[in-house]
DNA sequence: TTGTATGCGTTATCAG
DNA sequence: CTGATAACGCATACAA
């Protein structure tokens, strides 16, 4: 039998709501009636019953969160268990739990955090992808269901958010491929409406102009999605236009193997490369790939904090919070100028 | 405000307990209530509190898993993530909710399983590893706490657990590579003392002397841990041997990737190389890296399995399982028998 | 077949 | 400062 409060009680000779007082750290306690319970406590070993005090509390103290399809491609393994991770560490310092699950689809995905919120087995939720005109964040907001979105969503409004600031990083990244000494980059993205493929070319094209080059259409192109083969093909594409291209910069670490694959298929050595995201294959590379990293740990850490804040009333001096990427310098980045 | 039961009741036009009856479909209700009940829960999009539902039941319907501090490896991800996709299916399966979190030390995972269990958090917990003499198991013994170990125990009395039959795999897998022609076979390992290895040397040791081949002693290395540089090293001392090797089985893909590293800078060519585990990276070495499948997924999967079940009171056949391993082939399996 | 009363383990309120 | 009691939302034994 599980001991319970009541038994406490009468080992300490008080009343349950005295033991509950003396775990609840109450002021207005006699110091001995608080030995007294305490001593009982440690004698009978015992731990107040989580569910219980949910129940009267209204609060479970456990937040969920969703993992999308997207993550059953292994590659983004690395980006999602690295949130995790950074949730769970937050986590843990406030004391909360977090329940997960995967998606099968969109459907399951939205039929899941429903049943989270309404059965109310959470305090909040976690969403890992920005898209627009969500389902589930309409109903997150019409219930007015605590969340925060790792990802910059179509509407910041009221909601929650931390991102990386994917203009910067491309900004940074452009010119440090310009300081090397390359006057003809390439672009190549995959799913131009994301609002990620657009700060990076934004980004990249602001970056040019400042640096005083001028962004050639030709060289800027985009595929389906992300994926070694794409990122082979566009390169076919780019070099078929005949210029001498001297960097290509991606926006996804897979586009890039793909473009590393052609080159080296062709022999073709001075050319920068980068990509995004810095996946465990990019060190593997040869020449190793060039990235960035955007710390998807702190992403996750960062986004429990907004999230356990506004939960515990906490204010959030912003409603967001933007994470800084790092450049991972390779040797794809290596060029030398000719002259 | 929250709608519950009451409201339902209300609306239905019957009591509380009738309601409760209707949701938990017990028998001896007259349709015509039911369908009653039935319309006041669409219409006031009633969901039971889960909470209230556990403490009355004493069952969470959660379990609760603790990824160990190897997780931060982040070639590790592949393994945990996949495991924690399977546990996640079949958990949703049966209406269970996973609560996961990453320790930082032994110290904070032994802490952290006593917390999930003493406050009743969980109904049952995951063990992602098998350690001997573990505290964890231990103490979840003496508090006879449900729990599912994913590995191989050193003690399989009165545990559940899952595991892949390393001894089969690598029994076939050297058969393999025997079949292709090779003769001097050398087995590169790692942690010698644990379970996984002394299994898979037996498998591969069995298979040699099956298939007609003396194992040479002086072809078989282990390191210290599982790294590219160990696999590096290791294969550098084995060619100090100046023995004609043929085909180096490794215990881990990231040897094997030292292994392919070593050789590729002796240009050395033919000679077959596995690995296991299947990391992600496998596939894109050169040549591909020929691996062993685990499966985690499933062994996540029928850990679960396992593990509600036995909360279910369903009997389980066995109080284990085995997963089957799948020989990934790629190029590393090649070999030319020279005449 | 359905309603009433009680309890799950805790906390909050209100007396004392 | 502490004790009794009600309430959290639901399920069940018992009564009707």
Chains 1, 2 share one sequence.
Request: hydrophobic share 40%; net charge neutral.
């Amino acid at each position: 039998m599980k001991i319970t409060i009541k038994d406490v009680a009468i080992e300490a000779k008080v009343a349950p709501s005295t033991v509950s007082r003396v775990i609840n750290g109450k002021d207005q306690l006699a110091e001995e009636t608080k030995e007294k319970v305490l001593r009982a406590i440690e004698k009978l070993d015992y731990r107040p019953n989580a569910i219980a005090r949910s129940l009267v509390n209204k609060k479970r103290n456990m937040l969920g969160v969703v993992m999308p399809n997207e993550a059953q491609d292994f590659l983004s393994h690395h980006f999602f268990l690295e949130a995790m991770k950074g949730m769970s560490a937050f986590a843990q310092e406030k004391k909360y739990y977090i329940t997960y699950a995967f998606s099968k689809d969109e459907i399951s995905e939205e039929r899941y955090v429903r049943e989270l919120c309404d059965s109310s087995m959470v305090d909040g939720i976690f969403l890992l992808r920005a898209k627009d005109e969500d389902k589930v964040i309409e109903y997150l907001k019409k219930i007015s269901f605590p969340f925060v979105i790792i990802g910059r969503p179509q509407n910041t409004e009221d909601v929650l958010w931390v991102d990386n600031d994917n203009f910067k990083a491309t900004y940074n990244l452009t010119e440090k491929v310009i300081n090397k000494g390359a006057k003809k980059i390439a672009f190549l993205g995959a799913r131009p409406h994301w609002n990620v493929t657009k700060d990076r070319f934004n980004g990249f094209k602001i970056s040019c102009d400042i640096n005083g080059l001028s962004v050639d259409e030709n060289l800027v192109l985009y595929g389906e999605d992300f994926s070694e083969e794409i990122g082979y093909e566009l390169t076919e594409k780019l070099l078929a236009k005949k210029i001498n291209i001297q960097a290509i910069i991606t926006t996804d670490d897979l586009l890039a193997i793909g473009v590393l694959k052609k080159l080296k298929e062709l022999c073709m050595k001075n050319i920068i490369v980068t990509g995004f995201n810095n996946i465990p294959l990019a060190p593997y590379q040869s020449p190793s790939l060039t990235s960035v990293d955007i710390r998807a740990r702190d992403l996750g850490y960062v986004a429990t904090e907004l999230l356990i804040n506004s939960l515990e009333g906490i204010d959030n001096i912003n409603n967001h919070k933007i994470i800084d990427c790092r450049l991972i310098e390779r040797n794809s980045l290596d060029f030398e100028v000719k002259k």
